[in-house]
Structure formats: structure tokens, C-alpha cells
């Protein structure tokens, strides 16, 4: 038996009263927790998934007071393991300041206790190998960043109409397994009149005027994405300067907008020690994937090289290549990927030799940008 203890609420985060309410999210997540009791948040670095995912949290706190409410930050084995040392200590159980427990594992089974009730949140579980490590991998000795087992093991095991998952990921395919299969809840970028409303939140106080057409524009090139729009506006309220001026320097060439793009300034809603450059963030699923599917590396690294919006299939995949490896590695990308921003669709223009085997890859410029970088 564990003490009695207040309902714990472990959310990083405060609540953000600028928050923009996102069309349709909280319906989603609701109507897919009380058909499954879990549900992932699927979509690109920086498209706003967190956000969604604390707001969530301080609405259920609002609804269901009698429940915990559990943040796990999930991005790598030692911040999974510090959040459930910590969940430990607070829920004050049994043995969890003895040298050679496993916090992991004693929030493990309490979770699966019968009389709590409880919302866990999994914060960017973007890396598909700590939670499905590869079959036939090494595993590996159990490290300070290394788990002793795949950190899939300690989630819960049991989820009822008390105690429910929801789950932030940049890869659709994490985040269905996470889901026992369920479709992911896609978060898109913002729509036109969000993206302005959140621009016009972070850019109080800017010098100049706002006018339609330049922030219609710099939206446009910002591509919607929350993150793209919050370092804007740091970047043009802290060096005062206008969006006009802001928008003429990211137009000016490829170079620039890289530049400016790459710029690192503080964003408190967001986790130390993470990157808040969109060309950071994208950057590092990237990384993700050149450590755990190399061919998909290659393959996207190849893509960039050509005009996206026709690359025979032939110019991708080599001769030497099994077509179901080159299938593999598309479907791995496209696991990574938003629509909108960057899809990749096999195209087979009916009755046109030429056209079949297309891949028709629609990218708007800012996606094009970013995968030329990378
Ligand atoms: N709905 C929103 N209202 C206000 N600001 C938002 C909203 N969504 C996102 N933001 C801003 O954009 C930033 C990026 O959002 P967030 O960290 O939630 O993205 P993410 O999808 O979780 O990215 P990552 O995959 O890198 O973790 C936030 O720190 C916040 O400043
Ligand atoms: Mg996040």
C-alpha cells in the first residue's frame, strides 16, 4: 500500500493564457480517450504538439481534480528515467530513495495499481528505438543514457476510463505502436487567421506597422508552423526591428533564410536544452533517422538534390537495391513527415508511360529549403 498523497499534478509547464486554441484538437483527443483511453499527437518539430498536449493537461486537471496528472519527458532514457524518479518521490513510494531501485519500474506497477486514477502524458517520444529497439540490435548494458530495457516495458499496461495515455511524437510510426495501432491525431500547422492571431500575440509592442500584405507573406514563408512564428517575432522584437525588414531578409536568398532560421533565441514553453531553431529542430529528426535507418538518410539526402516535384523512381533507388527495402525506407520517411509540408505519394498518372514510377513529391518552398539543408 502507498501513503495517501494529493492528487499530483507534474506539468513543467505553466499554463499559457496566449494560448491559440487549435480547430478540432481537443475533440479528437477527447473522443479518441474515451473510446480508447489512449492517443497520440503526431506531426513536424515545432508544429505546436506539446502546447496542445499541456493545455490538455490543465483542462482535465479542471474536469477530473481527484486525478494525477503525470508528465513523462520522453526524449531520451534520462529524462524518462528523471521524470519517474521524480513521479516516485512525490507519489512518496516505498523504497524509491533506496540505492538499486528502479524508479521506472516502481511507477510502472503503481500505474497499473487498481485504484488510481490518473492522465500520462509522454512528451516527445520521437526516439522509435528506446521504445521498439531494433530486433536482433545488441542490446546494449544498461548505461546512464542507455536503458536496461526498452522503455516501452514500463508504460502502463492496463488504461481504463481512470487512467489514460496521451502521447506526443514527431513519428507517426512511434506513435501508432504507442497506440496499439490507432490512427495518430495529426496536428497540422496553424491555419491563416491562427498563425496571425499567434504572430500579433508574440509581436506586441514590434516597431513599424503590420501590414496585410508583409505578414500575409512572412506567414507564408514561415509555413505556419508555431515555432517558425514565435522565433520571428523574438527575433524582430529583440533586435527592433520591423516584419517588413524581417520578411525582405528571408526572401532575399536561400543563405539568409538559413540564416535567419538557424537563429537560437529563448523560448520558455519549451523543454532547456532542446533546440527552438526550426532548422535545430528539424534537423534532429533528421539525426533520428540517419542513426536508425541509414537508407532512409541517404534516400532523403538524395531527394533534395532534385526538383521535388517529379523524381523518377529510377534515379532513387539503385539497381542493387531490394525493392522492399527502398519501400521501407519511403514509408520510414513519410512516418516523419506532415502533408502538407512535405508528403511523398506515389503518383501513377493512369495511361501515361512515362509518368508511371513518379514520385510526386509536393513541398512548399520552406520544406524545400530545409530538406535542401539537411
Ligand atoms: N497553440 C499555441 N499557442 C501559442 N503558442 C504556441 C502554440 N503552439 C505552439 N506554440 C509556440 O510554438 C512553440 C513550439 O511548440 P511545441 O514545443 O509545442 O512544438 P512541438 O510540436 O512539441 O515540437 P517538438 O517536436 O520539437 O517537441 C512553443 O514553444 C510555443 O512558443
Ligand atoms: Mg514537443
Redesign the pocket.
Given at each position: 500500500m502507498t501513503a495517501l498523497v494529493k492528487p499530483l499534478f507534474s506539468v513543467p509547464f505553466q499554463r499559457?493564457y496566449?494560448?491559440?486554441d487549435?480547430k478540432d484538437m481537443f475533440s479528437q483527443i477527447e473522443e479518441q480517450l474515451q473510446r480508447q483511453y489512449r492517443v497520440s499527437l503526431c506531426?513536424l518539430?515545432?508544429?505546436?504538439?506539446?502546447?496542445?498536449a499541456i493545455e490538455y493537461a490543465y483542462r482535465f486537471q479542471q474536469t477530473r481534480p481527484q486525478s494525477h496528472v503525470l508528465w513523462v519527458y520522453a526524449a531520451s532514457f534520462t529524462t524518462f528515467l528523471q521524470a519517474c524518479h521524480d513521479i516516485a518521490r512525490s507519489l512518496k513510494l516505498p523504497s524509491c530513495d533506496e540505492p538499486g531501485t528502479d524508479p521506472c519500474e516502481l511507477v510502472s506497477k503503481w500505474l497499473n495499481e487498481e485504484d488510481h486514477s490518473w492522465l500520462m502524458i509522454l512528451d516527445?517520444a520521437?526516439n522509435a528505438e528506446l521504445f521498439f529497439p531494433s530486433v536482433g540490435s545488441d542490446s546494449p548494458p544498461a548505461t546512464v543514457t542507455q536503458p536496461q530495457r526498452s522503455l516501452n516495458d514500463y508504460l502502463p499496461s492496463i488504461l481504463n476510463p481512470q487512467k489514460s495515455l496521451l502521447v506526443?511524437t514527431?513519428s507517426r510510426f512511434v506513435g501508432q505502436d504507442l497506440a496499439y495501432g490507432e490512427l495518430c491525431v495529426e496536428?497540422p500547422p496553424l491555419s491563416p487567421q491562427e498563425a496571425m492571431d499567434?504572430l500579433h500575440l508574440k509581436a506586441k509592442g514590434a516597431v513599424g506597422s503590420f501590414d496585410k500584405y508583409s505578414t500575409e507573406r512572412l506567414l507564408d514563408v514561415l509555413g505556419y508552423i508555431?515555432?517558425t512564428i514565435?522565433q520571428a517575432a523574438a527575433f524582430i522584437i529583440r533586435n527592433r526591428w520591423t516584419f517588413q525588414g524581417y520578411l525582405a531578409a528571408l526572401e532575399k536568398d536561400k543563405q539568409n533564410l538559413t540564416d535567419y532560421l538557424s537563429q537560437e533565441l529563448q523560448?520558455p514553453?519549451?523543454p532547456r536544452d532542446?533546440p527552438n531553431s526550426i532548422f535545430r529542430?528539424w534537423k534532429l529528426s533528421f539525426d533520428h533517422i540517419l542513426a536508425q535507418k541509414p537508407k532512409t538518410a541517404t534516400l532523403l539526402s538524395l531527394i533534395t538534390m532534385f526538383d521535388p516535384q517529379r523524381i523518377p523512381e529510377k534515379l532513387l533507388r539503385p539497381l542493387t537495391e531490394r525493392e522492399v527495402d527502398f519501400r521501407m525506407a519511403i514509408g520510414t520517411l513519410d512516418g516523419f513527415a506532415e502533408r502538407r509540408v512535405y508528403c511523398i505519394q506515389l503518383a501513377l498518372a493512369g495511361g501515361n508511360q512515362i509518368m508511371d514510377e513518379l514520385f510526386v513529391i509536393s513541398l512548399d518552398s520552406m520544406g524545400l529549403y530545409l530538406l535542401a539543408l539537411l
Amino acid at each position: 500500500m502507498t501513503a495517501l498523497v494529493k492528487p499530483l499534478f507534474s506539468v513543467p509547464f505553466q499554463r499559457d493564457y496566449d494560448f491559440i486554441d487549435r480547430k478540432d484538437m481537443f475533440s479528437q483527443i477527447e473522443e479518441q480517450l474515451q473510446r480508447q483511453y489512449r492517443v497520440s499527437l503526431c506531426g513536424l518539430g515545432g508544429v505546436g504538439k506539446s502546447q496542445i498536449a499541456i493545455e490538455y493537461a490543465y483542462r482535465f486537471q479542471q474536469t477530473r481534480p481527484q486525478s494525477h496528472v503525470l508528465w513523462v519527458y520522453a526524449a531520451s532514457f534520462t529524462t524518462f528515467l528523471q521524470a519517474c524518479h521524480d513521479i516516485a518521490r512525490s507519489l512518496k513510494l516505498p523504497s524509491c530513495d533506496e540505492p538499486g531501485t528502479d524508479p521506472c519500474e516502481l511507477v510502472s506497477k503503481w500505474l497499473n495499481e487498481e485504484d488510481h486514477s490518473w492522465l500520462m502524458i509522454l512528451d516527445n517520444a520521437d526516439n522509435a528505438e528506446l521504445f521498439f529497439p531494433s530486433v536482433g540490435s545488441d542490446s546494449p548494458p544498461a548505461t546512464v543514457t542507455q536503458p536496461q530495457r526498452s522503455l516501452n516495458d514500463y508504460l502502463p499496461s492496463i488504461l481504463n476510463p481512470q487512467k489514460s495515455l496521451l502521447v506526443t511524437t514527431r513519428s507517426r510510426f512511434v506513435g501508432q505502436d504507442l497506440a496499439y495501432g490507432e490512427l495518430c491525431v495529426e496536428v497540422p500547422p496553424l491555419s491563416p487567421q491562427e498563425a496571425m492571431d499567434l504572430l500579433h500575440l508574440k509581436a506586441k509592442g514590434a516597431v513599424g506597422s503590420f501590414d496585410k500584405y508583409s505578414t500575409e507573406r512572412l506567414l507564408d514563408v514561415l509555413g505556419y508552423i508555431p515555432l517558425t512564428i514565435t522565433q520571428a517575432a523574438a527575433f524582430i522584437i529583440r533586435n527592433r526591428w520591423t516584419f517588413q525588414g524581417y520578411l525582405a531578409a528571408l526572401e532575399k536568398d536561400k543563405q539568409n533564410l538559413t540564416d535567419y532560421l538557424s537563429q537560437e533565441l529563448q523560448d520558455p514553453r519549451r523543454p532547456r536544452d532542446f533546440p527552438n531553431s526550426i532548422f535545430r529542430t528539424w534537423k534532429l529528426s533528421f539525426d533520428h533517422i540517419l542513426a536508425q535507418k541509414p537508407k532512409t538518410a541517404t534516400l532523403l539526402s538524395l531527394i533534395t538534390m532534385f526538383d521535388p516535384q517529379r523524381i523518377p523512381e529510377k534515379l532513387l533507388r539503385p539497381l542493387t537495391e531490394r525493392e522492399v527495402d527502398f519501400r521501407m525506407a519511403i514509408g520510414t520517411l513519410d512516418g516523419f513527415a506532415e502533408r502538407r509540408v512535405y508528403c511523398i505519394q506515389l503518383a501513377l498518372a493512369g495511361g501515361n508511360q512515362i509518368m508511371d514510377e513518379l514520385f510526386v513529391i509536393s513541398l512548399d518552398s520552406m520544406g524545400l529549403y530545409l530538406l535542401a539543408l539537411l
